[in-house]
């Protein structure tokens, strides 16, 4: 990942994004840094995560990748479970999972996802990717926000967005459209957990958010915190 230097660290109102041409971006805009993943894999993936999202308030996590935590485990349960779509934010369907896994590390079909646009708007930062599962992303990024305006190109269908966040959230989430559900972390789901180093799993909790109707097509969560 690439971020700001120290100096420029040292400036209150900095603002930059970074693109990458395998259709990433870092964007920062005062203490907030967002890392978005819309990419298109050269390779086999090894995690599931198109439309992917992380964000930190300074050196603090507010939303978090899942890690890999474990390739192999006696419990069948914990087998390289945090690469599948249950554990990243991304926009998804139900039972992605069956739909797309063949085995421990092999995928039926690779994500796809497009970066459509990453660049400043006078006050605001604004990502925007768009995935082959018919989603958008929309990230708005001010000095003390974060809202994720995510969007669905069928009204019909029954879709969702996980987020991981600290055990103690740094910020205010708010969802402003879709309903929620906030799940502790336990055993025997892999919902809430995240991996920092490989082999050791850490509790956060998991915020699940659905949309309101069945013509609804729009979720929109908000991230703030005082600056």
């Known amino acids: 990942m690439v971020f700001p230097s120290d100096a420029q660290e040292s400036k209150e109102k900095i603002q930059s994004v970074v693109a990458g041409s395998s259709d990433w971006a870092v964007a920062k805009k005062g203490a907030v840094r967002v890392f978005f993943r819309a990419g298109q894999y050269r390779s086999r993936p090894s995690h599931w995560d198109p439309l992917h999202c992380e964000i930190w308030i300074g050196k603090k996590t507010a ?11 006696v419990s069948s349960q914990w087998r390289n479970t945090l690469a599948l ?23 039926k079909k690779w994500p796809k996802a497009q970066l459509c646009f990453a660049g400043i708007k006078g006050k605001k930062i604004s990502l925007q ?19 994720v305006y995510d969007k669905s190109r069928s009204t019909n269908s029954s879709w969702f967005v ?15 459209k879709g309903c929620q559900n906030l799940i502790r972390p336990s055993e025997d789901s892999p919902l809430g957990w995240f991996s920092q180093n490989y082999g050791k799993k850490l509790p956060g909790n998991a915020l699940v958010v659905k949309k309101e109707r069945m013509n609804s097509s729009q979720i929109i969560t908000e991230f703030s915190f005082k600056s």
């Open 63 to 73: 939303v978090f990748d899942p890690g890999s935590y474990r390739y192999n485990t």
């Open 85 to 107: 779509p249950d554990s990243h934010n991304g926009p998804q369907t139900p039972m992605l999972e069956k739909k797309l896994r063949r085995g421990l590390f092999l995928w």
């Open 129 to 147: 990717g768009s995935s082959n599962e018919g989603f958008v992303r929309d990230i708005e990024i001010k000095t003390n926000k974060v809202t």
């Open 162 to 176: 996980r987020w991981v966040l600290p055990a103690k959230s740094i910020t205010k989430v708010r969802v402003i």
